[in-house]
């Protein structure tokens, strides 16, 4: 029988135990239920993957309480999506991190030109910043299988995967299925950036963002 539990202390000291031990963790976000792991986890990252029947050229994000989490995993906003940053999150705002050589998530892509990145975000709602205060930055997916509705609710996540995932956290019915705004730094693109995916953060809403205070380059 599948492990559903409602949001409170003991019940975030117990995800991050789990995802500690390599286990599978479905959480509340500000747009979805998300099914998580240890970013630092090679096998525990492949169960995701292989639960979703997700295809592997599909990244997975890494959540976190805070912005100021990134240095501590090896990873930098470039220019201009540090101000960016500043301006949407927290909230629906995927920016592409860069990763150092000293980064150890399991979870970066090597890029065509040599690079390494990784999408991050910190969620907009307080249950799920009291989570990610308690287990750290996380790797996650949408709950559901590849191609498939995500789970608004923990009912509805709770049937897509049953006892494959070690733990439920129940924070009630989330917003709705529009997926954060994903957006890399480009040096070419207009504004020095490319919006990978238009999300919930209107592309427009960007744009006017990035001509505040000097235009689209400045750090």
């Known amino acids: 029988m599948s492990d559903v539990r409602q949001v409170n202390e003991e019940s975030c000291a117990l995800a991050?135990?789990?995802?500690?031990?390599?286990?599978?963790?479905?959480?509340?976000?500000?747009?979805?239920?998300g099914v998580t792991c240890d970013p630092r986890n090679a096998a525990a990252i492949d169960r995701i993957y292989a639960l979703k029947r997700r295809p592997r050229f599909k990244a997975l994000q890494v959540l976190m309480a805070s912005v100021d989490d990134l240095d501590a995993l090896g990873l930098e906003l470039p220019a201009p999506l540090n101000?960016?940053?500043?301006?949407?999150?927290?909230?629906?705002?995927?920016?592409?991190?860069v990763a150092r050589e000293d980064c150890a998530l399991k979870t970066v892509r090597e890029t065509a030109q040599?690079?390494?990145?990784?999408?991050?975000?910190?969620?907009?709602?307080?249950?799920?910043?009291e989570i990610l205060r308690a287990t750290g930055p996380i790797a996650a997916s949408s709950a559901n299988r590849s191609g498939e509705e995500s789970a608004q609710s923990v009912e509805e996540a709770v049937a897509a995967f049953g006892d494959e995932v070690a733990l439920y956290l129940d924070g009630g019915s989330t917003p709705g299925h529009v997926s954060s705004t994903v957006v890399a730094a480009d040096p070419h693109g207009r504004d020095g950036v490319a919006i990978l995916r238009e999300g919930v953060i209107p592309q427009t809403a960007i744009r006017r963002a990035l001509t505040v205070n000097g235009g689209g380059l400045g750090a």
């Open 16 to 33: 991050a135990e789990l995802l500690r031990r390599g286990k599978l963790v479905v959480i509340p976000t500000d747009t979805v239920y």
């Open 83 to 97: 101000r960016l940053a500043a301006a949407f999150l927290p909230g629906a705002f995927s920016p592409i991190a």
């Open 114 to 129: 040599g690079g390494r990145t990784q999408g991050v975000r910190v969620p907009n709602s307080a249950l799920c910043l």
